[in-house]
């Protein structure tokens, strides 16, 4: 988006009556234009001034009043304001009439056809803006010859079955046959409806001009895919260069009650301009029945269009009425020159109607009798497009009927269905499913040698550069880190971890608030001079030949960043893509982003992804936010090797950990529960022999302790003040076992630490969550199928409606409570 700085405009007292006139409707003419196109919603509404009736008043109108409305004077960039305003300042260009109506056919009987053979189905329709399809031709037709080599498209349900076909370029029978639900053994367990999966086609334009068009897999959540299709936008800018942003274009389709209600829209607005999150600019249309369910715009938003959230933002938004093709086509032209003129976020606001109900199982006569009795004697638009332009379409209304009604025929003796999406070729080396046993293994430590270059690397800066006292001593400290003479903690164990990978080329990218520096203090992944505030980022500097890094402070958003990363990692696999959140709790603000891809993906869809989310954990004494990352919602998320679950407890641990991550072939995310207070304890540090270990371990066994005849399993920070207090109470006869990895539960590891003590009689499960929290009611029957005839018993807190007290004192007497009952009798 154009970052232009505000330019005056011309003095009012300076103007001509002609301008002044103008400008009136250039900001005002919005609010009497034609949009309904059943003149119900929408009605004129005087301007705040009163303009003259004159020959300047009768052509502005006629630009600015008709079928098409734009909001734009609030642009900011005079260049900008100036285009849109020569682009609706002058007679209308003529439109290809025939190649709209052979659109408006194959788009109107594509939904007839099914309505008359799977009646009562769902498929969320597109009758009443079947506009649509001969609008994105036009957009892609004029991008396509704008450079625009790929289309990353998201929509919600409605019309993503006519997308498919009349867009995407999927055969009608292929979407035939699942109406048909053929082999249903072949999707048990998983698979998703058919109005959510995605698919990839190409589009070649009437100059000869090919685009690559992919539609992205989308749950019911409506606005979800938003930042998912940005962050996939901006995968695969990067993959282009510095023209990627020229040549990938993203396109959203919201639907009106969506986009003015969903707060995830206003996050993913906010990202257009950001340099961690900056695509080149959007096209968003709106696909606007002026009904959302069975709720009236009155109810659905507070203005007097649903586009109005975007007006915070320097966006133009154009209306349009669905009813008038020429009028769509002439601005998907404008949108998609505009976005590539300027890279810049574009609006349009396709207002047509809804034919059926929400998905027409629904009678919508219940709610909207009025409306829905207009719209029952309303022509398809086909037929209104060709009574206006003059053409008979009956022979190709005929001919298209046939093609339709053959393939529906097909699809009733198909076999199975038909792949609809190919993945990339960058997907060839890398899998889901089960891991490999060659994966299993990958070795992941590094020399003494190899850690002592890598700690140089990531300590240097210039020397003309003014480095804080503070950081200097934190680089110091690292460097004695990267020679032994210091243990390792957690934040130099990251930036060793990550310099390997460079090393190795393999990018990373890394993003979350306040990411750069570390909620804790702990990362300093960027250095800012003191006098000049330069950056200096020495993970981008350790060698001509190293992957790309970066590192970004997001913006305060959970879902809509989380969303972008998650799309960012689909489609950039090699990378190692991380978001860290500022506290584990806040994920909570992403929940229908881990639920419904993250989590599912894999299963819905068959996508992939490496995303990891790292969350700090643990229980301070800081109160009932804060404390929880919530370990118990992924491990009830956690089927069918869909993720992994760790918790590392020590610095080396967490190097291992990422670099495991990043080196296996196997693709799939990677929940990390991080520490806070134990982000710089001698108990959680690490020696550079640690480093050199073969690979992460699932399970850390105690081999400290003989004959002990209690073994306390545990996982995070418990486990470190179990030791502690072990040691203070001379308690020699108590093994304590690290959980390192609670999904895929590591069960036969488990099993051989556990047999290092055959004399002890009890396991006892230690938490220092809940009850009804944290791992506990996940671990305990993985425990009792593993303890033999010991006796497998639990330590934690009781069932609580927040994770933890408010009180600091209240906190302490619960720990040391805890540590009493892991080393006396639990009840």
Known sequence: MATTAAEPTTNVLTQSPREMTFNTFRRWGFL?????????????????????????????????????????????????????????????????????????????????????????????????????????????????????????IAMAHRGRLNVMVNTIGRKPSEIFTRFEDVDPRSTMGGGDVKYHVGATGEYHSPSGKLLSLHLASNPSHLEAIDPVILGRTRARQIRIGAEGKRAILPLIIHGDAAFAGQGIVAETLNMATLHGYNVGGTVHVITNNLLGFTALPEESNSTRFSTDIAKRLPIPIFHVNAEDPDAVVRVAAIAAEYRQRFQSDIVVDLIGYRRHGHSEVDDPTVTQPRRYAVIKDHPPLYQIYAKRIGVDPAAEVEQVQQELFSDQKAATKAG???????????????????????????????????????????????????????????????????????????????????ASLLEAGIPIRLTGQDSQRGTFNQRHSVMIDTETEEKFIPLQNLSATQGRYRVYNSLLSEAGVLGFEYGFSRDYPEALVLWEAQFGDFANGAQIIIDQFIAASEAKWNLLSGLVMLLPHGFEGQGPEHSSARIERYLQLAASDNMQICQPSTAAQYFHLLRRQALRRWRKPLIVFTPKSMLRHPDASSSVADFALPQFQNVLADTSVENARRILVCTGKIGHNLRVERAKRKANDVAIIFVEQLYPWPEAELEAALDQHPTAEEIVWVQEEPANMGAHTYVMPLLRRVAGDRAVLSVKRSANATPATGSAKAHEIEEKTLIDLAFGAPE
């Open 416 to 498: 199975k269905k038909t792949r609809l999406a190919q993945l990339p070729s960058y997907w060839d080396n890398y899998y889901g499913g089960e891991l490999k046993p060659a994966d299993e293994n990958i070795t992941t430590g590094l020399s003494a040698g190899d850690i002592h270059e890598l700690a140089v690397g990531i300590t240097s800066y210039p020397e003309t550069f003014h480095i804080h006292p503070k950081v200097k001593k934190l680089l110091e400290q690292r460097l004695e880190m990267g020679t032994g003479k210091r243990p390792f903690d957690y934040g130099t164990a990251e930036q060793i971890a990550f």
């Open 32 to 152: 009497q234009a034609s949009l309904d196109p059943l003149g119900q919603y929408l009605p004129p509404v005087a301007f705040p001034l009163e303009v003259p009736d004159n020959d300047d008043s009768r052509e502005a109108r006629s630009y600015y009043c008709g079928t098409i409305a734009v909001e734009f004077m609030h642009l900011l960039n005079r260049e900008q304001r100036e285009w849109i305003q020569q682009q609706m300042e002058q007679r209308p260009p003529a439109q290809d009439q025939a190649r709209i109506l052979t659109q408006l056919i194959h788009a109107d009987l594509f939904e007839q056809v099914i309505q008359s053979r799977y009646l009562g189905t769902k498929r969320f329709s597109l009758e009443g803006l079947t506009v649509l399809i001969p609008f994105l031709d036009r957009v892609f037709a004029v991008a396509g010859d704008l450079g625009v080599e790929r289309a990353m």
